[in-house]
């Protein structure tokens, strides 16, 4: 089984492919948490490992470095997604050149200037949707008498195409738009709505309405003043306005990796855990030690290390069980939360259960993290989930909290209606 160090930024569709692999195969991949595009990747230390600098890249846990996401996901997946024949290797390899040559270029040259991270040029955008339709025009006609791009079963192929159109079906692909490609988007909702996909993206959503072009979002992303402004301030010779730069032919595949970061770029906050005392409980290390052994050992190791003063323990009961259905969903909703809540690693830890089957089964918690209120409303970016479920302080010094983190930690028992333990995620 493939582990090891995944250097990427967030919401990395290209990283994507990797981490859902990854899903597939059980690879143990870390995403290094202090990685900052811009910075880290033009460290001493980084080049010396990576010297173009470009992410996804990975390293092994032996301390080999693959860069390409495509190779990184080949490396970290199963033998089914790497295809089981000669001939479905070769296609698979295909269909990465397909993605890379065909969709990329024609979709980054049409959503990047929608979004503000690229400049606008009209005929490049035109030029861009005939690609992309003539891309989908022909995915549709490949599907017409196929679930999957290659074989009877999902491979890296459908991973790797799948991914690289996701801005497409995010931004820009409304109803109409879409609907002239009915094989595609059966295919493309088969893929990410697999139970290993949501627990990466989540639960996606298809666009409503084609993104439409605002001059001013580049010339914010710039720090440039609009039009407007300029006319204001400056005199009509200065604020004459620079010729429209010529259509270039190359697309623009040479800056796709910063403004890919630039899409899912956020504005530099200091995390809140940052703001409490750290006290004396190192809780990496309490991961690494219950990572690395059984209960027997990490449970007693956790009460020995709490820190009661500085860090806190909650239960979280999720407040609408009788909308359950399938096990593998309510897993979902598990890993989706866990996701969206992943600056929170820092300072929390968490072992979420499923109790129960099929259409009966309720999901609840046991959290811990650095202070003593509710973390979720210290961040607006927490705050997605944390309602449809209802929290409970526990006192460290009762009995009935150290039963509880004994459950939860060890994954055994039940529910308060006699459910039994189905499956647990943890959050660390």
């Not at 002239?180 to 959503?205: H, L």
């Not at 040479?254 to 409980?281: I, Q, R, W």
């Not at 060890?410 to 039994?420: A, C, I, L």
């Amino acid at each position: 089984m493939a582990f090891g160090t995944l250097y990427t930024y967030p919401e990395n569709f290209r990283a994507y492919k990797v981490l859902i692999a990854a899903q597939y195969s059980g690879a143990q991949i870390k995403i290094a948490d202090d990685f900052v595009f811009g910075e880290t990747n033009k460290s001493e230390a980084f080049l010396k490992k990576f010297p173009l600098g470009k992410v996804p890249a990975f390293e092994t846990g032996n301390g080999e470095c693959i860069t390409e996401s495509n190779a990184i996901a080949y490396y970290v997946a199963n033998n089914q997604l790497r295809g089981n024949t000669d001939l479905e290797r070769a296609e698979i390899i295909q269909w990465f050149g397909f993605a890379d040559s065909e969709i990329l270029p024609a979709s980054c040259a049409w959503v990047f200037p929608l979004l503000g991270i690229m400049p606008y040029n009209k005929q490049t955008v035109e030029h861009a949707k005939d690609d992309a339709k003539k891309a989908l025009t022909a995915l549709n006609s490949h599907l017409l008498t196929r679930t999957y791009l290659v074989g009877e079963r999902l491979t890296l192929a459908d991973i790797s195409v799948a991914m690289t159109l996701l801005h497409l079906y995010q931004y820009i692909l409304e109803p109409n738009l879409r609907k002239p490609y009915q094989n595609v988007n059966r295919w493309f909702q088969t893929v990410i709505y697999q139970p290993e996909s949501m627990a990466v993206i989540g639960v996606f959503k298809l666009a409503e309405k084609t993104l439409e072009y605002d001059p001013k979002k580049y010339a914010e992303a710039q720090g440039k003043p609009s039009k407007k402004e300029k006319k204001e301030k400056e005199s009509k010779k200065e604020a004459k306005e620079p010729k429209e730069p010529k259509e270039s032919k190359k697309e623009p595949v040479e800056e796709l990796d910063a403004a890919d970061a630039a899409l899912a770029a956020e504005p530099k906050t200091t995390n809140p855990f940052d703001t409490l005392p750290k006290g004396t409980f190192d809780l990496d290390d309490f991961k690494r030690f219950y990572s690395n052994e059984d209960e027997a050992k990490s449970i007693p190791y956790f009460w020995k290390k709490f820190d009661p003063e500085h860090y806190s323990i909650w239960l979280g009961e999720y407040k609408y069980n009788d909308e359950l259905t399938k096990v593998f969903m309510s897993c979902n909703l598990i890993s989706g939360m866990y996701q969206r809540l992943d600056k929170m690693r820092k300072a929390a830890f968490a072992s979420a259960c499923l109790f129960g089957t099929d259409n009966n089964s309720t999901i609840s918690g046991i959290w811990v993290w650095r202070g003593q209120d509710l973390a979720f409303t210290l961040c607006p970016d927490w705050q997605v989930d944390y309602e449809s479920y209802s929290w409970t302080k526990l006192n460290p010094s009762e009995e009935e909290t150290k039963k509880l983190v004994q459950q939860y930690f060890s994954w055994t028992g039940t529910d308060k209606e006699g459910r039994e333990f189905n499956q647990g995620k943890v959050f660390k």
